[in-house]
C-alpha cells in the first residue's frame, strides 16, 4: 500500500506493508514522521516529531497585504480621535470590529499553512485567495462601516467559505480519517456567520449593522476556540494534535514585526510632514521612536525569542499555538493604537489637548503590556514583575525584564 504525505514537512512517496501497525519515516527534508495504521488500512494524520520549517514566500507576500491592512487600521483609528468626539466609542468600536475580522483571516491562514503542507496545490489556492481577499477587505476599510460595507463583508465570507471549501473538493469531504466531520462543521458554522455578515452589510442602520458583526465576530472566535462544536457531529479537539510549531511561532513574530513596522511608517510620515523638526515634534519623535524599541525588546528578550521552542515542546502544542494567537491579538492592539498617540502627539506636541487622546498615548502601550504579561505566562507559566508597571524607564535597564526569571525545564534561559 503506498501512501503520500500530505502534512508539513513531507516530500518523498513512502510505500510499506498495511499489516504494519506503527510506521516511522524520515522525509528529505529530516522530519520524523509517526504514522499509525487502522485495522481498515487507513492512515491517520502524521505527526510531527520535529519540524524545522519556515513561512514559505507566498505566506511573506501575504503579510505584505497586512502591512496595507495595518496602516488602513492605523489612520481609520486617527480619524476616529480626530473627529467629534461624542462618537468616538462607535467609530473606535466599529474599527475594532473590522481589525478583528482581519486578524481572524490571518490567523486561521497561519494555522493551516502549519498543519498541512504549503506546497501543495490546494494549499497554495487557498492562500492566494487569502491574499486576494485580505487585500479587498483592506481597500474597503476606511468605509467599512458605511458605503463599502457590502464589499468588506463579501470578501471575509468569500475567503471564510471559499477556503472550506476548495479544502473540502481536495480531499473529496474527509481530508482528517481521525476526524472526518472537522471540515463540514467549519462549513456549518462559516454558513452562520455568513448570514450575519452579509445581512450586516444590507441594512441601512449603523447601529444594526454593528450588532450583527459584533455578533458575527463572537460566534467566528468561539467556535474556533470550542472546536467547531456541532450536535452529532462532535467538535474539533485540539488535545493530542499536532502541529509544526516553528512555523506557527515564526509567524506570529513576522506579524508582530510587521505592526511594529507599520508604526515606524507611521512615525516616519508624522514627523516628516510640515511643520517640519521643530523641538516640540523632535521630542515626540524620539519618545516614539524609544517606546516601538522597547515594544520590540520587551516582546523578543525573551518570551517571543524562545517561543519556538515552548510550542514544539509543550505538551498539547496546537492548543499553546491558539491561546498565543489571542495574546498577540493583544499586543499588535495595543501597538496600532499607540502609532495612533504617537501621530496625535507630534502633529500636536503643544497643541490643544484633547482628554481622550490620553487613551491612545498612554492605553497603547499598557495594552500592549497587559498582552505581553498573559504571553509570558503563557511560555514560562509565570509573571514576571520586573518589568509590569515600569515601562519607559526600563528602556535605560537592558537587563531588568530577563533577571530573576524562572526557567520550565522545557525552556532553558540561554548560555
Known amino acids: 500500500m503506498s501512501s503520500l504525505l500530505t502534512g508539513r514537512g513531507a516530500a518523498a512517496r513512502n510505500t510499506f506493508d498495511a499489516s504494519s501497525l506503527n510506521v516511522q519515516i524520515t522525509d528529505t527534508k529530516g522530519a520524523q514522521w509517526s504514522l499509525r495504521m487502522s485495522d481498515s488500512g487507513t492512515v491517520r494524520p502524521p505527526r510531527i516529531e520535529s519540524n524545522a520549517q519556515r513561512a514559505t514566500f507566498l505566506e511573506l507576500f501575504l503579510d505584505l497585504v497586512f502591512v496595507f491592512a495595518l496602516t488602513r487600521v492605523t489612520q481609520r483609528l486617527v480619524t476616529d480621535f480626530t473627529t467629534e468626539q ?12 473590522l481589525f478583528l475580522a482581519l486578524w481572524l483571516i490571518w490567523m486561521t491562514n497561519a494555522y493551516l499553512t502549519s498543519r498541512l503542507d504549503p506546497e501543495t496545490s490546494v494549499v497554495v489556492f487557498v492562500v492566494v485567495l487569502t491574499i486576494a481577499g485580505s487585500m479587498v477587505m483592506a481597500v474597503a476599510l476606511p468605509l467599512g462601516f458605511s458605503e463599502r460595507a457590502p464589499v468588506f463583508a463579501g470578501a471575509y465570507v468569500t475567503v471564510q467559505i471559499g477556503r472550506v471549501l476548495a479544502l473540502l473538493v481536495a480531499s473529496r469531504g474527509t481530508p482528517d480519517p481521525e476526524n472526518p466531520a472537522a471540515l463540514p462543521r467549519v462549513l ?23 450588532v450583527l458583526w459584533g455578533i458575527a465576530l463572537v460566534v467566528d472566535y468561539a467556535s474556533l476556540t470550542l472546536g467547531w462544536p456541532v450536535p452529532r457531529l462532535g467538535r474539533s479537539r485540539f488535545i493530542g494534535r499536532s502541529i509544526a510549531g516553528e512555523h506557527l511561532a515564526e509567524r506570529y513574530q513576522q506579524f508582530l514585526l510587521i505592526a511594529l513596522g507599520e508604526s515606524i511608517l507611521t512615525i516616519g510620515i508624522a ?15 524620539a519618545l516614539a521612536m524609544t517606546t516601538t524599541v522597547q515594544f520590540w ?26 491561546a498565543a494567537s489571542f495574546t498577540h491579538l493583544t499586543m499588535i492592539a495595543g501597538i496600532l493604537l499607540s502609532g495612533v498617540g504617537y501621530e496625535l502627539y507630534i502633529d500636536h506636541p ?26 509570558e505566562f503563557q511560555v514560562f507559566s509565570r509573571f514576571s ?11 535605560f535597564s537592558p537587563r531588568r525584564c530577563c533577571s530573576g526569571r524562572r526557567w520550565p525545564p522545557a525552556v532553558q534561559p540561554p548560555r
Do not use: C, K, M, N
Open 297 to 322: 525588546r520587551l516582546y523578543f528578550f525573551r518570551a517571543g525569542h524562545v517561543l519556538p521552542l515552548a510550542i514544539t515542546s509543550a505538551r498539547e502544542p496546537v492548543l499553546l499555538g491558539v
Open 271 to 285: 514627523f516628516s510632514a510640515e511643520p517640519g523638526f521643530t523641538w516640540e515634534r523632535t521630542v515626540g519623535f
Open 86 to 97: 461624542q462618537t468616538l466609542f462607535i467609530q473606535a468600536s466599529q474599527t475594532l470590529l
Open 385 to 395: 514583575r520586573s518589568w509590569i508597571g515600569v515601562f519607559l524607564p526600563s528602556v
Open 350 to 375: 503643544l497643541g490643544h489637548a484633547v482628554p481622550v487622546w490620553l487613551f491612545a498615548i498612554l492605553g497603547g502601550p499598557w495594552l500592549f503590556l497587559a498582552g505581553r504579561a498573559g504571553f
Open 188 to 210: 456549518i458554522w462559516s454558513g452562520f456567520t455568513t448570514v450575519l455578515w452579509l445581512a450586516g452589510s444590507v441594512v441601512d442602520e449603523l447601529p444594526a449593522r454593528g
